[in-house]
């Protein structure tokens, strides 16, 4: 399988909101409040984003940098950047508070659409215009090797040649969000080593 490289990367847990490592937002005990000055600093102007559920919010933040200066969607068509995501609990976060309303009479259309994990693939997209190959899988816990994998075979077999590669986990005390822009030229060989290092620092 080729080669990909890692281009840029954030992560996003209690501790902060991290760009390439260096901190964008400090850590801070609510974690929306954390993500609203995180929305703030990037200069994202997205009423929408107030009403997604944590991992919508997630997405929205941790893949903004990739896009920020526009030169990533000057070097890529609109269906050549692949984004794969990952988690191990689903729309668990989104599903209890949809039971929740519904045993109470009350539910919400506003948070029902949530109740599938990809739809966070979908609000990337939506925001950043994106008609490429996509994919969630849920792992038991983070597999920096299958999901390279899977991006591998991705670039190998579509019209794909940059893939977003992210574990985005919100349920309970799990609060982590680590996103990888993955290419085919770069310095930094995108291995199992140097993923799980990048993730490890949400830790």
Known sequence: MKKLFLTSHTSISRKGVYINGKPLVRANTETTEMLREAYQILGISYPKFFKMDSLGKLGIIGTEPFFADGSLKEKYADDEIAVLLANSSSSMESDVAHHQNYTEGKASPAVFVYTLPNIVIGEICIRHQLFSESNFYIFEKFDAAEMLVQAKVLLSESNSKACILGWVESFE?????????????????????????IYGQTK
């Open 173 to 197: 005390d799990n609060f982590e969000a680590v996103f990888f822009l993955l290419e085919e030229k770069g310095e930094i060989e995108a291995t199992e080593e140097v993923l799980k290092e």
